[in-house]
């Protein structure tokens, strides 16, 4: 992100000392990780924003923030984090040329030394809200502490700086005295992860899709939130297009092809639309179009816990939306105290990626005077797609981490080569004492490498437990340690642990 993306931001902060009294957090934190591989660790990579990649690493970040009142029928809200420091380089392979069908390391890449994480302003007026910037967005309905993440929206990746709107939270239906309520967003981004994919492809086979552009949105419908038992339901969509396709042969740039981004293709983002010069792409939707159907019950127990249960069904085309893709989804069931305790939250998850709606993929428009009249959309093949890298954000799923993100494909390969999967997934969270929190997850999966690549299985069970310390002279501080580790031959057998120091608080500009 380049430095005029943080004039918007930084402006707003500073005039709060013209405006009326206005409260404004602030934190400051010193990160340090270290491990085995070359990688960090599963449990200490995901989930995080992408803040946190490689082996070692030594990062300051912090952050400013005005958050945007929501009791108040007009207001803003603005915010700026910033993160630097060191982090040790991976090697990727990489085509060598003069040295024909051999691919040799590049040097090694890793994390700029600084960078913007977030940088962002809000509107909000009665029940809707607009975001100019970059502002990290988890998933919509789980609970991203816990969960293996949303099979769409996770948090997994950085944010992106682009524009959205939508409903603050939940609203009223007209008419309908609060027994239904609805939820929803929509917005556009452009990802700033050219260098990052020029610096780790290996320029052999395949392709390179560059300056792409993603468009996101949901929509959800919940009962009465007052009643013991609530049900949503909804749906997560997401597109990428525009950019430009050079493709590899050999060691050799065979074609390139602009994908438009004008007017139409971001029309064609929102409400899909078929597009494309020849038979076979005019045939279908322009863009990669992916989401999934959502749905959760949530009963309230005594004592004000909950008790939730929920099901995210993939799809990436017309077969996936209309649930040909068999048992294929993540299912969760999560229960939460009202109050911290000993125990306060568990969750267990079952994740299956296996089906894909067949293997097969056979459309007879892609080949022009084929005998074969037959249609077969099968071979959903999640999260990647013939124009686009993969479904990430320099090389950090934007859904589900549980596929393994394209950062770890060490031979320079762009796509998710592990994405026929399925496993399980467990966590939980207490506090041991008023001062001392603890958190625990872990996870088994097993991976068949994908449809047009089958492997065969290899398995990966990986674990993380952490405590967070606040002493009670001092309840700002917070400090984090944090111990995982990876066994089998997904990610290999590694070890990380990871120590973070932030300190938090808040000032007051203006008067009253």
Not at 166 to 179: A, H, I, R, S, Y
Not at 321 to 338: C, H, P, S
Request: charged residues 15%; aromatic residues 12%.
């Amino acid at each position: 992100m380049k430095a005029r993306h943080l004039l918007a931001p930084i402006i707003a902060l500073a005039a709060l000392a013209a405006t009326a009294q206005t409260d404004v957090q602030w934190h400051a934190a010193a990160t340090l990780n270290t491990g085995n591989s070359a990688l960090a660790p599963y449990y200490i990579a995901s989930m995080r924003g992408g803040t946190v990649t490689q082996q070692h690493s030594t990062l300051l970040h912090a952050g400013l923030s005005h958050a945007t009142d929501t009791t108040r029928r007009l207001s803003w809200g603005a915010g700026v984090e910033l993160w630097g420091g060191w982090a040790s380089s991976a090697t990727y392979a990489r085509f060598a040329p003069g040295t024909p069908d051999v691919l040799a390391p590049a040097g090694g890449q890793h994390p700029a030394r600084a960078w913007v994480q977030q940088a962002w302003v809000e509107g909000k007026h009665r029940g809707v809200r607009l975001t100019l910037g970059a502002k990290h967005a988890g998933s919509p309905l789980l609970s991203d502490d816990l969960t293996s993440g949303d099979l769409t929206r996770s948090g997994n990746s950085r944010p992106m700086m682009g524009a959205s709107a939508g409903f603050v939270n939940f609203q009223n239906v007209p008419f309908t005295k609060g027994w239904l309520q609805v939820n929803g967003e929509v917005g556009y981004f452009k990802p700033a992860d050219n260098s990052w994919l020029e610096n780790h492809y290996n320029y052999y086979n395949h392709f390179i899709t560059t300056g792409w552009w993603m468009n996101y949105k949901n929509f959800y419908l919940r009962s009465h939130p007052g009643k013991r038992l609530v049900a949503t339901i909804g749906m997560q969509a997401a597109c990428q297009f525009g950019g430009k396709r050079t493709i590899y042969v050999g060691g050799a740039a065979t074609e390139t092809i602009e994908q438009k981004a004008d007017a139409e293709a971001i029309f064609k983002a929102l409400i899909p639309g078929s597009g494309g010069s020849n038979k076979g792409d005019a045939a279908y939707y322009e863009g990669n179009h992916l989401g999934s159907w959502d749905v959760m019950l949530d009963y309230r127990l005594g004592g004000g816990s909950h008790l939730r249960a929920y099901y995210q069904s993939p799809w990436e085309d017309g077969s996936g939306i209309g649930k040909r893709n068999g048992f294929d989804g993540l299912w969760g069931v999560e229960w939460r105290a009202q109050q911290p305790q000993a125990l306060e939250a568990a969750l267990v998850e079952y994740f299956d990626f296996t089906n894909q709606s067949g293997p097969i993929h056979w459309a007879p428009a892609d080949h022009p005077g084929t005998t074969v009249g037959t249609e077969s959309t099968g071979m959903d093949n999640y999260y990647n797609n013939y124009a686009f890298n993969g479904y990430h954000n320099r090389g950090m799923s934007i859904g589900s981490p549980m596929l393994r993100s394209p950062l770890y494909n060490r031979d320079g390969h762009l796509r998710f080569d592990h994405n026929v999967v399925r496993g399980v997934h467990a966590a939980v969270k207490g506090h041991i004492t008023p001062r001392l929190a603890y958190r625990a997850m872990g996870s088994w999966r097993r991976s068949w490498g994908s449809l047009e690549q089958p492997l065969p299985h290899v398995d990966c069970t990986s674990l993380m437990v952490e405590a967070t310390y606040s002493p009670l002279r001092l309840p700002a501080l917070e400090c984090t340690a944090q111990l995982a580790v990876d066994r089998g031959k997904l990610y290999g057998n590694n070890v990380g642990a990871l120590v973070s120091v932030t300190y938090h608080g808040n000032f007051t500009l203006g008067k009253k």
